[in-house]
């Protein structure tokens, strides 16, 4: 019997010492690297009529898919604001980075106008680099809403005077509005960043001369150099500036993989295009938004333990249809005719807003607004963590679940 408790005792001080070596960190339910895609303005509608197209390339009636709606996971997301039915970019935005409803206009304030937290500041506090990217300018609604706090969202120059303080590591946009304040008297506002500890790199050869060396990184396009950006600047025409999934590249070399991240790339394009209902440009918009996911998946397949990729939108534009007119047709849409008028005008702004509905309407592709509407957005998602995008969510709800919370 002695014997028999002393190899008792002698397993217990060998599996107390293995166990003591093994420990491992709890997990507490985040992913190390954090990809949120935000497709502005992109309904699940507008992911069918890409999905149309391609399939018609194809030589199909469907079944062509993006990168993102291979993903395992799929919900849909309500979105309306703490006082509209249907939100604004802003306020959207402050409810996918706060995790909060606010008033339309708001941007990193509550609907009383308090500075509330955002995922990235938070992310950053425990140790996670931080890359926020979009086609549009950086200070524009989307991207603000994961950096700044302001009760207006057209207040861009103090918005942008925002960025140095936030301490994140990579900054990615095609330029800044108000770029000399909205009366055109204020210091530039790269000069402003620069001073702050930044470096402000346009185009790509800046920015691969920086950053070796620079800590904190804003890249803005070669066509938005130290002035406003064009409003409109999708116009499908070739430029010099690289497309979004470059500017991705970009951000993953420098943030690297050594230590977590949290990526918010916004394709925010889409609901430009869409608010001018010009169907083939929502397309090219939402192919060059699916580049950088793909990219994304890319990164996700060498770390697939480690890594979650949310695509989501802010809000839903347009309302668009596969299908226009009264009546039940068995018609095809006539994907030839909007694709020729994309290739003879050669950009996307030739036509007139009823030119450009008259030729939809040919086409069997139907609208229904030229601005927000407020439908539910679809949420893709894939990687640690990705069940709980499933089903029916709130866009207030998705910080949290990003969180592990």
Same mark, same amino acid.
């Given at each position: 019997?002695? *014997? ?9 001080? &060998? ?17 190390? @690297? ?6 502005? #303005?992109?309904?699940?509608?507008? &992911?069918? &009529? ?22 395992? $996971? @799929? ?52 140790? $996670? ?18 950096? %700044? ?5 057209? #207040?861009? $120059? ?72 064009? $409003? ?41 295009? %869409?608010? %001018? ?5 929502? =397309? ?15 990164? @996700? ?41 994309? =290739? %003879? ?19 069997? =592709? ?12 679809? &949420?893709?998602? =894939?990687? *640690? ?21």
């Amino acid at each position: 019997m002695k *014997k028999i408790f002393c190899m008792i005792a002698m397993a217990a001080t &060998v599996l107390t010492a293995f166990t003591g070596c093994t420990e491992t960190k709890k997990d507490d339910g985040k992913a190390k @690297y954090i990809f949120l895609f935000i497709g502005d #303005g992109m309904g699940a509608s507008h &992911v069918a &009529v890409t999905e149309s197209y391609l399939s018609y390339k194809a030589g199909k009636l469907g079944g062509e898919q993006l990168s993102f709606t291979k993903f395992p $996971y @799929y919900g849909n997301c309500t979105t309306h604001s703490a006082n509209r039915m249907i939100t604004c970019s802003s306020a959207a935005a402050t409810a996918i980075a706060c995790g909060i409803k606010t008033n339309n206009e708001n941007i990193g304030v509550d609907a009383e106008g308090n500075p509330v937290s955002n995922i990235a500041e938070e992310l950053h506090e425990m140790g $996670y680099k931080v890359g926020i990217m979009t086609t549009v300018p950086i200070n524009h609604a989307t991207p603000a809403g994961f950096y %700044a706090h302001n009760n207006s969202r057209y #207040g861009y $120059y103090d918005i942008s005077c925002t960025i140095p303080e936030t301490g994140f590591e990579f900054f990615g946009g095609s330029g800044f509005y108000n770029y000399r304040g909205s009366e055109g008297d204020k210091e530039p506002v790269d000069a402003y960043i620069e001073s702050k500890g930044y470096e402000v790199c346009y185009g790509p050869e800046e920015f691969k001369a920086a950053a070796d060396t620079a800590e904190h990184v804003v890249f803005i396009q070669e066509s938005g150099r130290e002035t406003d950006p064009e $409003y409109y600047v999708s116009n499908g025409m070739e430029t010099e500036d690289v497309r979004l999934a470059e500017m991705l590249g970009m951000s993953l070399d420098f943030l690297g993989d050594a230590e977590p991240f949290f990526i918010m790339c916004e394709g925010g394009n889409i609901d430009w295009s %869409a608010h %001018a209902n010009k169907t083939m440009a929502v =397309i090219d918009d939402i192919l060059e938004f699916d580049e950088a996911i793909a990219k994304a998946v890319g990164f @996700y397949n060498a770390h697939p333990d480690e890594t979650l990729i949310i695509v989501t939108a802010d809000h839903e534009t347009g309302g668009v249809s596969i299908g226009e007119g009264k009546e039940w047709r068995t018609e095809l849409v006539d994907w030839k005719l909007l694709e020729d008028h994309w =290739i %003879a005008s050669g950009e996307k702004n030739v036509l007139s807003y009823e030119e450009n509905m008259e030729m939809n309407r040919k086409a069997l =592709i139907g609208w229904t607004s030229s601005h927000h509407t407020g439908g539910p957005v679809p &949420v893709y998602a =894939i990687g *640690k963590g990705a069940e709980k995008f499933s089903g029916r969510i709130d866009n207030a709800e998705i910080k949290g679940k990003i969180l592990g919370e």
